[in-house]
């Protein structure tokens, strides 16, 4: 089964879909924040990610790099 995918954004910039098994990651690495909305495809409401998502383990280091380089260019 394919890993299903949020859409997360913060203020009006949609940040991207994101798989769900990464999404904690990306919170400890801060690229995303407890505060960016999300939801799935076909929800309208859009919840905080704090609300789905309590951070259980330290990112690992490499994914933090690799995600900081794609958006800064």
Known sequence: MADPKLHVARDELQLGPFPRSEIAELL????????????SEGQTARQPLSE????TQPA??????????????
């Open 52 to 55: 789905i998502f309590q951070p």
């Open 28 to 39: 400890e690495a801060a690229f995303l924040l407890k505060t960016d909305l999300c939801w």
């Open 60 to 73: 690992r280091p490499s994914m933090a790099v690799r995600m900081k380089k794609a958006m800064l260019g």
